[in-house]
């Protein structure tokens, strides 16, 4: 499962956190390390969504889907799509001080987007006005960590499509490929409708189903967290 201590060092480059923290590195087990000597070859996983399967049993990704948004040699990150909180994007207005806000954009809910990090923020939008800490995902998908995207939202001039979360889930290097050997996630090509569009409750199902499958009739033994 994801590391809750794997902490962001700076905007956008976040998995260089575990290159530089040698107890982290020690910590790698011999099936991580093994994962990624075997799957070292194949493409990034970014752009990709994570499907807990129904076997995971950490709480904090249990029936989650995934955005993988950055994912090399160094680590990966992603954020959660589809775990709302109780605030709203008012209420994370009101807390940076952001006054007479777009009444259409503070009704939307905010997203817990992992266990690390919580207090940041974090926006994944369709490409749109260049902001100034931005990565792209996809020719899609942009994730966004500077308060200008913020900025611009409550004034009605942000992203078309658009949802902020708080926190982001991380794994250190050769972890994410272990978890994958071992069946933890099913994963699927990311599609716009299912970052963006499709209601929260049915994005673990309806991820599943892009690619043909019923993820609600697999057995919980078919994956281990």
Known sequence: MPLEGYQACGPLNCASFVAHAPELRHRLTPVAEAATE?????????????????????????????????????GALGIVINRPMDIKLEGLFE????????RSVANHPVLNGGPVARERGFVLHNPSSAFESSVTVSDDVQLTLSRDVIDAMAAGSGPDKSLVALGYAG???GQLEAEMLSNTWLTVP??????????????????????GIDISQISPDAGHA
């Open 38 to 74: 075997v799957m070292g070859s194949q493409d990034s996983l970014c752009n990709q969504l994570l499907i807990a399967m129904p076997g995971m049993l950490d709480p904090n990704f249990s029936t989650t889907v995934t955005l993988v948004c950055e994912h090399n040699d160094e």
């Open 95 to 102: 807390q940076l001080d952001v006054t007479d806000a777009d």
């Open 171 to 173: 794994w250190e290097p």
């Open 190 to 211: 990311a599609k716009p409708e299912v970052i963006f569009d499709i209601p929260f409750n049915d994005r673990w199902t309806v991820a599943a189903q892009t690619i």
